[in-house]
């Protein structure tokens, strides 16, 4: 028996939300708290989840709920004030453009069957001209510095990671670099591999290895890239919320096993899904 006690996932897409969910947020809660995960968290592409989170956490459930803002065009997309703003009501999460990007809309074009709302906004891109990054993300790392939260890269092209990451290494900011694994975004294992440090993780998601995304990865391709980096600077997770996809503690299971099954130790699953996590959220 695959055993999820005391595990955090970091990366749940729950409802009420415009997409059809597999399941709600309360829903995934009382599921994961009867499993004996120590949190989830909770996000949107279109809306900020830390009250809904909040809400949820008075009810008394063992699993913590954790809240998170995704900086599309929903919530005023890459904007200091809105970071400002989350940030004051306790997001443990603030990431990057995910269906808002350039970078999503280089590999997946408008994506209307997933993201089915009109695009408003052209396409963001957080560097300028002479590949700096822009104004308002360098203040967003600035409000992060020494906050319990942690910036997620979204659906960033790796050329913006890259430069998020040399700067927040700089600042010191805590970041989790996004389903580095599943085909979009898709960083490639050279770019993983300088960019993880104390600060930095690497997050794989069951989700890649499923029909959800346009490319299935092989579970062994996940293993050789958390090997090359170090379980040390990897992250677990399970994308689940989607209907192609179990709930999300039977997609944490999943996962779990078949990383197991591939060669990854229960030390590095311990790593993966209980303390990196933990380091994240900056929780106790």
């Known amino acids: 028996m695959i055993s999820l006690e005391g595990m955090y996932d970091l990366h749940v897409h729950s409802g009420p939300s415009v997409q059809k969910r597999r399941f709600t947020s309360l829903e995934a809660i009382r599921s994961a708290s009867e499993a004996g995960m120590a949190g ?7 809306y900020h989840s830390t009250p809904m989170a909040d809400t949820i956490n ?4 063992k699993t913590k709920a954790f809240g998170a803002i995704m900086l599309n065009e929903a919530v005023g997309a890459v904007s200091a004030s809105v970071v400002e703003i989350a940030l004051a009501l306790g997001a443990k999460e603030i ?9 999503h809309f280089d590999a997946y074009g ?3 069957k997933i993201f089915p709302y009109k695009k408003r906004v052209k396409p963001i891109f957080v560097l300028d001209d002479r590949g700096r990054l822009i104004p308002d993300v360098e203040e967003i790392l600035a409000l992060m510095k020494g906050k319990n939260a942690f910036l997620a890269s979204g659906h960033l092209s790796s050329v913006e990671v890259d430069a998020i990451v040399k700067r927040a290494k700089e600042v010191g900011c805590k970041v989790m670099v996004s389903s580095v ?8 294992l050279d770019y993983q591999k300088q ?12 989700a890649a290895v499923t029909d959800m995304p ?3 990865t092989p579970i062994e391709t996940i293993v050789q890239q958390i ?11 399970s994308d689940a919320g989607n209907m192609k996809l179990p709930d999300n503690v039977s997609a944490m299971k999943e996962f779990v096993r078949l990383l197991t099954e591939a060669g990854i130790t229960d030390k590095e699953i311990d790593l993966m899904a209980r303390k990196n996590p933990r380091m994240l959220l900056g929780a106790s």
């Open 195 to 206: 960019w993880a440090s104390d600060l930095i993780f690497m997050e794989h998601d069951y």
């Open 214 to 216: 346009h490319v299935r």
């Open 110 to 112: 408008d994506d209307q």
């Open 40 to 46: 989830l968290l909770l996000k949107d592409h279109t």
């Open 95 to 103: 990431e990057m453009p995910t269906y808002s990007s350039k970078g």
């Open 227 to 237: 090997r090359a980096v170090g379980a040390e600077r990897c992250v677990i997770a």
């Open 181 to 188: 694994s599943t085909d979009m975004p898709g960083y490639p």
């Open 58 to 61: 008075e009810m008394g459930f």
